[in-house]
């Protein structure tokens, strides 16, 4: 077995030492799996198997290292211990022994166990094995049952692995898909998640579709819009092929606390109606994020705009402010779904450039100059006002903010 897995999982890499640990203590699941595999970690991710008494062992470690403590499960015997660049949740033993503990594990892979104290590896149901041969297999279709959102986590697992469902294992989930419904929508999102961020989930995205696992939370989807999921993979790689800033840009977050890319935003809005109103309903009962819900029904919205032919600056302007920071988002699916690369390239060409009027306007005047040079008080009229005087700017009518004032007195003038 690899040499290497004693290393990577040493007491000497974690937040706390192994003295606090009973001598039954295993580590379980995907620390032990990515170890064999020879995956290094950044944020060290440690599952605990205690005999007994895991919430107080936890609760020790917590209160010696002034760590965070969080009780995840009173009646499972769960608790979470949070250190700054690690993760240690300790379980209580399923069953008398850790083989009827590992038993009730989703996956041959997750079902590995390793001894701290003597750096043995427990495997008794092959695991490693799998692993060799890069598959997910079952270990019971009761404990699929058990937690039917394991049903969902192996595609994503083998997403992020690289590795393939074996054939039996395939089977039994199609035939169980029915068991999702009963699964936390929040929790089908999460598993959801980890497949949008990168072209490696489309594939398993697909096959949570078709095997009717994604299909009571995508009641709209269809055959022809899952499989535009794949083209857009292959737009956005053609895209940062030719403006590296662009794939970037699609590569990120929407927000630092929020692990949906744009990408991924262009990736659900092909899976939820195409109505923006629908669409949000459809986001919100998956829980996902007002930042997540607005980027998508955003992306719907402009989409049709971004199929126009040729528009004027003008109306180039107005779509700049109602698409923001979505624009990449949007331009993907305009691309997926047949609009030019020519068409869309002007417009690509602006919002790359930082300095482009039309995509970043800089405000000749403030809402305050205007209503103390026009002697108007606070109003809507205000806004239009300053829309106006962008728009003139950005054609070429105006350039200063003298300029800006008295355009705005002749607006006025003619209303």
Not at 254 to 281: F, H, Q
Not at 347 to 368: E, F, H, K, M
Request: some cysteine; proline content about 6%.
């Amino acid at each position: 077995m690899n040499g290497s897995v004693p290393s990577l999982l040493s007491p000497e890499n974690w937040p706390f030492s192994l003295e606090f640990l009973p001598q039954a203590a295993y580590i379980v699941g995907g620390a032990v799996r990515d170890a064999i595999l020879g995956k290094t970690r950044e944020y060290l991710d440690l599952d605990f198997v205690v005999p007994s008494d895991a919430v107080k062992v936890a609760r020790k470690i917590a209160t010696h290292y002034k760590a965070g403590f969080v009780l995840l499960d009173p009646q499972r015997q769960i608790a979470r211990v949070v250190f700054p660049n690690a993760t240690a949740d300790f379980a209580q033993q399923e069953g008398e022994c850790l083989e009827t503990d590992l038993h009730r594990r989703d996956f041959t892979v997750n079902a590995i166990a390793y001894n701290p104290h003597t750096q043995e590896i427990i495997d008794p149901l092959q695991g490693y094995l799998d692993l060799q041969q890069r598959l997910l297999r079952m270990i019971s279709p009761a404990n699929l049952v058990d937690d039917p959102l394991r049903l969902m986590r192996a595609y994503r697992q083998a997403a992020q692995l690289g590795f393939t469902i074996e054939p039996n294992t395939e089977a039994e989930i199609r035939s169980l898909a029915s068991h999702i419904t009963i699964v936390a929508p929040e929790r089908v999102r999460a598993e959801l998640s980890y497949m949008l961020v990168n072209a490696k989930g489309t594939l398993w995205i697909t096959k949570a579709w078709e095997h009717n696992l994604l299909v009571p939370f995508f009641k709209y989807a269809t055959k022809e819009s899952v499989s535009l999921l794949t083209v857009l993979d292959k737009v956005a790689f053609q895209l940062a092929q030719m403006w590296q800033q662009f794939g970037v840009e699609l590569d990120q977050y929407i927000r630092d606390t929020v692990k949906t890319t744009w990408l991924g935003v262009a990736k659900l809005a092909t899976l939820v109606n195409s109505e923006p109103k629908i669409a949000e309903i459809e986001l919100m009962e998956l829980t996902y994020s007002r930042a997540e819900i607005k980027a998508v029904s955003t992306a719907l919205t402009v989409l049709p705009q971004l199929k126009k032919p040729l528009m004027s600056l003008r109306e180039q302007y107005f779509f700049f402010q109602e698409a923001g920071s979505v624009f990449s988002a949007s331009v993907v699916l305009a691309l997926a779904d047949g609009t030019s690369l020519e068409a869309l390239t002007p417009l690509i060409t602006r919002y790359l450039n930082p300095d482009d009027l039309v995509a970043y306007p800089i405000p000749l005047l403030s809402g305050r100059h205007i209503m103390l040079a026009l002697n108007i008080p606070a109003s809507p009229l205000v806004g239009k006002l300053l829309t106006e005087i962008a728009v003139a700017q950005i054609e070429g009518k105006i350039s200063t903010a003298e300029q800006a004032i008295k355009f705005a007195t002749r607006l006025l003038g003619n209303d």
